[in-house]
């Protein structure tokens, strides 16, 4: 099917006004990219000395925990399939590819006392692929797997593991920086975190909710900042590249206009985001006065001695501020917030002081998690500019979920719908936006869900051998984005409404 074809075909299922009735475009360096992660696409789990990491352990020892009981053992098996996929951002006029590294497979103890020359070729190779096809990489150093010997040790909430991540970025930034221009530290830290506290379907899966992951953040913020100082002091005058983090927020709106609701969505943005983005990105430091606070008050009530938050000194502030060339922001969805006591006692939820809901009139998707609401993506970058003196924001992943349609309207819809907000965040509110990358290039291992919720601009054939990767229609709507640089005629507002209280 044509790109014209197709854009008839969604210009009637979508609506019919462009931008709210602005023709608005992304600049000409606005970069577009699309993304993955190595445990969900590259298979090859124990192939060439790779060592386990903590999601080999999770799948095998509890294939039960997965919904389809199946697991990234072989998944698209990009690690013998890169070219595919790189021949898919070719199609779609991709600029960027942001794929992380697996850190099992460069160093299989995660220890430097053995590194793979096959992992490191491995690597080697996708890169020089993207290049030679004019696609820049964005490499994400962590991306969930951690190596399962430092998990053995105690994981993100030992502060030594800090020491681990310092060494294993200087190896990445000694044998790739001369080519990757884009670094990425960490992906979702709050979803690593939780996984040493209330979100236990997560690897490793470690029950020490309220107290687990305030000592696995400090140890990442810590281990981030390491990274950072590590790449100016000895690579960034040479390679001339830019290091960031990517954080994960949801935006929350009140649920209805009273003083509760809306402090209780200030509330738990400086909760979930500003627990990792404060200590970063303010003109201030250490983690957000609210957070401190209440964690600290709700410790002593429990009959503690010492907030279950850790301190940062003042010279940990000062070497933790500022470690940063951008910001990497993954958002999907929305909630509606009000003030209450919800989540395990004690618990970062709980710390926080709010109830989360949703508008059952939100349009859903495969997951039951992500609800289409597009309002939110632009209050969300509004908030993040206010915040933090209109940093460079790269969004880094935004997608939708459906059950692998190859006719994927659904996904058309959200890409268009958000895409148009943040348009409006650039043109309307100066937001310092600089690029848009897409969850995901190819269907994947999605975590709990298994094969059972799709994400991919192309469908993978997961049951036959040659994993085909296969053009969706999405795909053929992004690249004529991409190419025109205007979005097909839409209007988010089709979706749902910005509320009025």
Request: with cysteine.
């Amino acid at each position: 099917m044509s790109v014209s074809v197709l854009f008839g075909i969604a210009s009637t299922l979508i609506a019919t006004v462009q931008c709210g009735n602005n023709n608005y475009s992304f600049p000409p360096d606005f970069l577009f990219g699309a993304a993955t992660a190595s445990y969900q696409i590259e298979g090859g789990w124990n192939e060439d000395g790779k060592g386990e990491n903590i999601w080999d352990r999770l799948v095998h020892q509890h294939p039960e925990w997965i919904l389809d009981r199946q697991n990234g053992d072989v998944a698209a098996d990009s690690y013998h399939l890169y070219k595919e996929d790189v021949k898919a951002l070719k199609e779609i006029g991709m600029n960027v590819y942001r794929f992380s590294i697996a850190w099992s497979r460069i160093l299989p103890t995660g220890d430097v006392d053995k590194v793979s020359k096959k992992g490191i070729s491995y690597y080697n190779n996708l890169i020089d692929e993207l290049l030679v096809n004019d696609i820049q990489p964005m490499v994400t150093m962590y991306h969930w797997d951690l190596p399962q010997p430092l998990q053995d040790i105690g994981g993100w909430p030992n502060p030594v593991i800090a020491d681990y991540f310092e060494e294993y970025t200087r190896i990445l930034f000694t044998h790739f920086g001369d080519r990757v221009k884009w670094w990425i530290t960490f992906n979702e830290p709050l979803e690593v975190c939780t996984a040493y506290g209330t979100n236990r379907n997560y690897a490793p899966s470690i029950d020490a909710h309220g107290i687990g992951e305030y000592l696995a953040a400090h140890t990442i913020l810590h281990s981030h900042a390491r990274a950072y100082r590590l790449y100016d002091r000895i690579f960034r005058k040479k390679q001339k590249g830019r290091v960031g983090i990517t954080l994960d927020s949801d935006w929350f709106e009140p649920k209805d206009n009273t003083t509760e609701s809306r402090d209780a969505a200030e509330r738990i943005m400086q909760f979930e985001l500003g627990w990792f983005a404060h200590p970063i990105f303010s003109s201030q430091g250490d983690y957000p006065a609210v957070m401190k606070e209440r964690v600290a008050n709700n410790s002593f009530k429990e009959g503690r001695t010492r907030s279950r938050l850790p301190n940062f000194s003042r010279k940990d502030v000062e070497y933790i501020q500022g470690t940063f060339d951008f910001l990497g922001l993954n958002h999907y969805t929305t909630y509606l917030v009000s003030q209450g006591e919800a989540g395990e006692d004690p618990s970062l939820l709980r710390d926080s002081g709010v109830f989360l809901s949703r508008d059952p009139a939100w349009p859903g998707s495969a997951s039951a998690w992500l609800k289409v609401v597009p309002w939110g993506f632009r209050k969300l970058l509004v908030w993040i500019a206010k915040e933090f003196n209109n940093i460079p924001v790269f969004v880094t992943e935004n997608g939708y979920s459906d059950h692998g349609e190859l006719q994927d309207t659904n996904r058309i819809n959200y890409l268009t719908s958000y895409l148009s907000e943040l348009l409006k965040a650039l043109h309307e509110d100066d937001c310092n936006v600089i690029g848009h990358v897409t969850w995901s290039i190819i269907d994947n291992f999605e975590w709990m869900s298994g094969y059972t919720e799709k994400f991919g601009l192309y469908f993978v054939n997961f049951t036959n051998p040659a994993k085909q990767r296969i053009a969706k229609d999405s795909s053929r709507v992004m690249a004529d984005i991409i190419r025109t640089r205007h979005l097909p005629l839409q209007s988010s507002e089709s979706i749902n409404s910005v509320p009025t209280f």
